[in-house]
């Protein structure tokens, strides 16, 4: 996505990876890996399920979504945290 976070989508959104059997459901945008350092577009968990425990949240990129099953919610909040969020990258 070369990190156009205005593309990114909402948290609570369900989506389905490449070949993957489950739904995915977004809980957290640009979130980092302190275990290798590196920064990912998403974090989620499997849906319906949820947080299962420890090791049941994993990191995607946004480039790994097959089909956007249900968009999270949106409203002016979320817009004002998306510019604010491209702000960083632009300057980054």
């Not at 996505?1 to 990876?17: A, F």
């Not at 979130?31 to 974090?43: F, H, L, P, R, V």
């Not at 968990?45 to 999270?72: L, S």
Request: charged share 30%.
């Amino acid at each position: 996505m070369e990190n156009n976070v205005r593309e990114l989508l909402p948290i609570g959104s369900v989506v389905l990876l490449k070949s993957a059997t489950k739904k995915a459901m977004i809980y957290g945008v640009k979130q980092g890996d302190k275990a290798s350092g590196t920064e990912y577009d998403y974090i989620g968990v499997v849906y319906p399920e949820g947080n299962m425990g420890e090791g049941t949240q994993f990191f995607f990129n946004h480039d790994a979504i097959d089909k956007v099953i249900f968009r999270g919610f949106e409203n002016d909040e979320r817009e004002t945290f998306i510019e604010k969020l491209a702000e960083y990258y632009d300057k980054k």
